[in-house]
């Protein structure tokens, strides 16, 4: 992975993560659960937008919007029950929202294997986040192909 493909959002997470120990990325992983944004009001009422990501654990489920201007806003939601998939959202909401299109299509799909939590969750897990990343591509390149 290349630092000029992995826009600063996620390299900041990617650092701040790697910058702990272990049992300290658990405890941040479960602060990003806790700060998976609410879904605006326009789409609380509209589940059947939303994409479930099969290859997670958890019921999770997400849908993207890509404005005029190629700006990607990424909504996701996840139970509470399930911190750890909660946690990776997340982080993907967090560090994709506001991106280009093209920087959002640059980003590594191993993404989720760089930031260290490889050896403290499941690779079932690491996989979930990898599919959350890999989906949301597919939907920017979607919107993006309608628009055209």
């Keep these: 992975m290349t630092e000029t493909t992995l826009p600063e959002s996620l390299a900041g997470i990617r650092d701040d993560f790697l910058a702990l120990g272990q049992r300290e990325r658990l405890e941040m992983l479960l602060e990003f659960s806790n700060e998976l944004p609410e879904l605006p009001e326009r789409y609380q009422e509209h589940p059947d937008l939303f994409e479930r990501v ?13 404005s005029d201007e190629g700006i990607v806003h990424l909504f996701a939601t996840a139970p509470r029950e399930a911190p750890t998939t909660r946690g ?11 991106l280009s299109v093209d920087e959002v299509l640059a980003i590594p799909d191993d ?7 490889t050896e403290a969750v499941s690779p079932l897990r690491i996989r979930g986040m990898t599919a959350l990343l890999g989906r ?3 939907q920017v390149r979607a919107r993006v192909t309608a628009k055209d």
Aim: hydrophobic share 45%; glycine share 8%; charged share 20%.
């Design 54 to 66: 099969e290859e997670c654990q958890s019921p999770v489920f997400i849908f993207v919007e890509v």
């Design 88 to 98: 990776f959202a997340s982080i993907l909401v967090q560090g994709i929202d506001g």
């Design 111 to 117: 993404f989720p294997n760089t930031i260290g939590l």
């Design 136 to 138: 949301t591509k597919r």
